[in-house]
């Protein structure tokens, strides 16, 4: 392992994709990593996340999350890790006091957390499987990774500003990447030809194929240590330390609220409901909650408890940082926060349960079914453009693909499919669906 990173260079404020990087911090009323949260808030791939998927298809009803709700809250939960995260550091590194300050990390994380699904496809883990699938039976054998996608996005195909992608600084886009390695280094990582020094990092990967130079960009600026030499084409870095703050923030969030929404969607009753949550209480709050429970106020109760439980979930997250911040630093953290912390079995037990109760109802997997059908039968209809670009039924793809810059003709099949894969990962639900009926003649 090659050294050991170090806060002043992880916070690097240099723009990813930008004519115009900046060296110093000149503006007082606004931050560099402030600008980066607003780029994602006003992105059109942010904005289409208030039609996708969280745990409910197609919304059942109005009070469940949908991944833009669900990516707000894991800001907010970001915002809180990093401020406290900052205070923290402030008081044991002297000289960060003068890089930065405690909101200003605060806002890298939140930012970050803001995008951590913005490369998610329709009908979530569904829509992946969907898509890997129906590219098999083209005879591809290319997985769909939305960590990935969501890079691509933040890199190379969002909104333009004078570069490519959002041109972000290089300490969000470095907290942003939970998987920092490209789709060569985790596969022979699980076939056991590289030996991962982490393994952790490289579950998934996170990193395309048209993205490796920004993902080297911002590594090198990051002085993330690198897990393979640059002259190889299976490139790995660790993880940036705030990455792990951004997965806490987002394992927080969606351990507690499904099991909120499963509650409220009727799929779990308040007693099971009260003691997946009862961990996360004083014996205090227990009681304030019993007495609750006999007003009949049980719906107040579940936002008493949630709201509880996440506190003391940050809380566990922090000093969970806090007693691993060298192993961060060193690039050995081998577990998430979440895992190594005091509340590790009680969140475990939260996700479990959706397991059984919520993410396995019926009434969730048959719309799960649903939209796994109607993206494998739109990547269906694509490929003959993808494939055959100047036959006829190509050209009416190429018609229903007008809004967006086509490749050309000449450019090949990777680029036509890339092009077919930006756009169908970018669909909301509703839009896939509507597609889908006007293909199909269902109206």
């Not at 985790?186 to 056991?192: G, N, W, Y």
């Amino acid at each position: 392992m090659a050294g050991i990173m170090n806060w002043e260079q992880l916070l690097s404020d240099t723009r990813c994709g930008s004519t115009h990087q900046r060296t110093t911090r000149a503006q007082k009323d606004r931050n560099e990593y402030d600008k980066d949260y607003g780029r994602i808030l006003f992105s059109s791939a942010f904005r289409r996340l208030q039609d996708k998927t969280q745990v409910f298809p197609l919304g059942r009803n109005d009070y469940v999350r949908t991944r833009l709700t669900h990516s707000l809250e894991v800001a907010h939960i970001g915002s809180s890790l990093g401020m406290r995260v900052g205070n923290l550091l402030h008081k044991k590194h002297k000289k960060l006091k003068s890089i930065i300050e405690p909101s200003e990390l605060a806002t890298i994380v939140s930012t970050a957390c803001l995008a951590h699904d913005i490369g998610n496809p329709p009908f979530g883990h569904s829509g992946e499987d969907a898509i890997e699938t129906a590219l098999k039976r083209h005879g591809l054998e290319l997985p769909f990774e939305g960590n990935a996608q969501g890079f691509r996005i933040l890199t190379h195909t969002g909104d333009p500003m004078d570069g490519n992608g959002l041109q972000l600084t290089a300490a969000v886009l470095g907290a942003f990447m939970k998987y920092p390695c490209t789709l060569s280094y985790s596969a022979a990582v699980k076939k056991r030809s590289i030996t991962a020094v982490n393994k952790l990092e490289c579950k998934k990967f996170g990193i395309g194929a048209e993205e490796r130079e920004a993902a080297s960009f911002v590594a090198a600026h990051l002085g993330l240590i690198p897990r393979s030499t640059p002259d190889e084409k299976d490139l790995c870095w660790c993880r940036h330390p705030l990455a792990y703050l951004m997965e806490a923030a987002d394992d927080i969030c969606y351990r507690i609220a499904d099991i909120e929404d499963g509650y409220f969607s009727g799929l779990l009753d308040f007693g099971h409901t009260r003691d997946l949550f009862s961990p996360f209480l004083t014996k205090k709050q227990r009681f304030s909650v019993r007495k609750m429970e006999k007003k009949e106020e049980k719906d107040s109760c579940i936002h008493y408890m949630r709201a509880l439980a996440i506190g003391r979930s940050i809380r566990a997250a922090v000093d969970s940082f806090t007693i691993y911040e060298e192993e961060l630093l060193q690039g050995s953290m081998e577990q998430s926060l979440i895992d190594s912390s005091e509340l590790a079995a009680p969140l475990n037990g939260l996700y479990q349960s959706a397991i059984e109760n919520v993410y396995q109802a019926r009434e969730v997997i048959e719309v799960e079914a649903m939209g796994y059908k109607v993206l494998g039968e739109l990547i269906d209809f694509f490929m003959e453009w993808v494939d055959h670009p100047s036959s006829g039924q190509a050209r009416k793809v190429a018609i229903m693909l007008q809004g967006t810059k086509l490749p050309r003709d000449d450019e090949g099949r990777n680029a036509r499919l890339t092009h077919m894969l930006d756009y169908i990962s970018g669909m909301t639900d509703s839009f896939a669906l509507e597609t889908y009926r006007k293909l199909t003649g269902i109206l």
